[in-house]
């Protein structure tokens, strides 16, 4: 044998670079973990804004069905008023 440490130096090299190796996994299975939970909490945050909107969005449609219907109901006014007139002997249509 010329060397006779050769055979460990080559199993604390392989050791160091397994922990190299190991540190960086570890490194970069955190960076996703962070990076995924940016990616959740900028999820909710959307949804919670879809959410409001969505509310906001039924409270005008809301507010728009109660204004058709009250123009209906005076559409509905104005037609028995016209019908009343029409039928009323004493009005007459202008001649053309």
Do not use: H, Y
């Amino acid at each position: 044998m010329i060397n006779g440490n050769n055979g460990s130096d080559r199993l604390d090299l392989l050791t160091d670079q397994i922990g190299r190796l190991t540190e960086q996994i570890a490194q970069s299975n955190i960076t996703i973990a962070n990076g995924f939970a940016e990616t959740r909490a900028n999820i909710e945050k959307l949804g919670e804004r879809l959410e409001t909107k969505l509310d906001r969005l039924v409270e005008i449609t809301d507010r728009q069905a109660e204004t058709v219907a009250n123009q209906a109901q005076t559409v509905d006014r104005l037609s028995l008023m016209l019908e009343r007139l029409l039928s009323d002997s004493r009005w007459e249509a202008p001649l053309k």
